[in-house]
């Protein structure tokens, strides 16, 4: 049954881009309703997803690499539902399903015939620590998103290139502003999840502790120099695109060094 959830997710995800890429195609590019449903579609069997794995793993549902990846991809997909609407970004959706559909894909050819789980019983601040993290990474990845937009409308304006992507990008200006919040946004849950793993007390390795302070001290410095006026747009943009793939990349060993052992 989890199998069939999470191919019925992806293939949500799955449709929405390949339903963008055809407009776009066509050169009649509006995101609206096929785009919505397909990404409430997903949402909704992933959330049933990440229900049936924690009653059956008897935790939070993060306890491989490939669970982890799933979860990402639904606090993504959450944090999008949340906040997409309120700044009228309704393109962001079609951008971040290509995303969202590769790390399902990854994860769910990651637990073909890896099925078996056990129980596990964790500090309920240990998971709650985990998954505020990992919500944080969602809020992060629609930054990097926004900030990928911001660079395509940037480099289509510099070069006078109209078409049917320019002309239903949102206005540059609310592509930073959105970059900036969910920024902060990102930071104040991945902040207040650090928080948490202090007041558990759950003993850290050297090495998660390291690459999760980067990471925290990454963002912090992109905001500070952020709010200084030290950091133009294009480079926040870019800046916040790079530190996301970094953090992506380092996913499989942080969730290695975090993993029962």
């Known amino acids: 049954m989890d199998q069939l959830l999470l ?23 509006r995101p609206g309703l096929v785009n919505l449903v397909s990404i409430l579609g997903g949402f909704a069997l992933l959330s049933l997803d990440l229900w049936n794995r924690g009653q059956a793993q008897g935790s939070c549902p993060i306890n491989s690499l490939f669970d982890v990846l799933i979860f990402m991809s639904w606090s993504i997909l959450l944090i999008y539902l949340l906040v997409g ?77 109209a078409g049917a992507l320019l002309y239903n990008l949102p206005p540059i200006t609310d592509l930073v502003v959105a970059n900036d919040r969910l920024l902060r946004l990102g930071f104040a849950l991945l902040t207040t999840g ?17 690459a999760s302070g980067l990471l925290w001290a990454g963002y912090g410095t992109l905001l500070i120099l952020r709010k200084m006026h030290r950091l133009p747009p294009k480079r926040m943009a870019a800046a916040s695109l790079v530190i996301f793939a970094l953090a992506l990349i380092s996913l499989p060993a942080i969730q290695y060094l975090s993993s029962p052992k």
Request: aromatic fraction near 14%; charge should be positive; proline fraction near 3%.
């Open 7 to 29: 191919t019925g997710a992806t293939f949500c995800l799955l449709l929405s881009f390949g339903y963008t890429l055809f407009t776009l195609g066509a050169g009649r590019f």
């Open 85 to 161: 609407p309120a700044y009228h970004l309704s393109l962001l959706g079609a951008f971040t399903s290509p995303l969202v559909f590769l790390l399902l894909l990854i994860a769910q050819l990651g637990l073909v015939g890896n099925t078996a789980q056990g129980r596990f019983h964790r500090d309920p601040w240990v998971e709650f620590h985990a998954a505020l993290t990992l919500i944080a990474y969602g809020a992060f990845a629609l930054a990097a998103v926004a900030g990928l937009m911001y660079l395509v409308q940037n480099r289509q304006l510099k070069k006078r290139r």
């Open 194 to 210: 650090f928080g948490a793993g202090i007041l558990s007390g759950m003993p850290v390795d050297n090495l998660k502790f390291v």
